[in-house]
């Protein structure tokens, strides 16, 4: 099973975000949607919606998209388990998974996800824990030697980091 993630980048300053997030919504089988975030961080500052909305944007999408986009399969989480009800209401009646804000358990709820919506077995969540540690380990020193510092690391574009991890990957597969 081989897939590829994808997130909004800003490539040209020209172009519309909000455009390019629709173009990869309508282009993806697969979403996921983290509300965790949907707070605000100060008093008296407002909570960011980018995430809410973005998701109604793919169930719309998913609901009045072509025949193509009536498959599409939605994952959405949060932090707490109905906390999304403050927020969103409206959503109730679908199910939200939950993380605690642990990267441990968000890993397992995307990891379960899959299970249930390609039905092909794939490795365990602590199996998937232990190898993103392992290659965290060895991104520090992927690092070092390509003289990234800390400021690099933080705003490497996705598809770059994309392009260590599957290096690291298949390095890996060549010893097993």
Not at 126 to 141: A, C, H, Q, T, V
Request: glycine letters at 4%.
């Amino acid at each position: 099973m081989n897939f590829n993630p994808i997130l909004s980048e800003t490539y040209n300053s020209a172009d519309s975000r909000i455009e390019n997030i629709l173009n990869l919504l309508s282009s993806s089988k697969y979403s996921i949607h983290d509300l965790s975030r949907m707070e605000s961080s100060k008093k008296n500052e407002l909570a960011r919606f980018n995430m809410p909305f973005e998701l109604g944007m793919d169930i719309g999408c998913k609901k009045f998209g072509s025949e193509n986009h009536n498959s599409k399969s939605l994952l959405i989480l949060d932090k707490e388990k109905y906390r999304y009800k403050k927020a969103i209401s409206d959503l109730s009646g679908n199910d939200i998974g939950y993380h605690d804000n642990s990267p441990e358990k968000a890993l397992r709820q995307v990891r379960n996800w899959i299970y249930r919506i390609e039905e092909t077995p794939i490795p365990s969540p602590n199996k998937i824990w232990r190898l993103y540690n392992e290659f965290m380990g060895d991104f520090y020193e992927i690092a070092e030697s390509n003289e990234l510092s800390q400021e690099d690391k933080e705003e490497m574009p996705w598809d770059e980091f994309k392009y260590y991890i599957t290096n690291w990957v298949e390095g890996r597969e060549n010893f097993e």
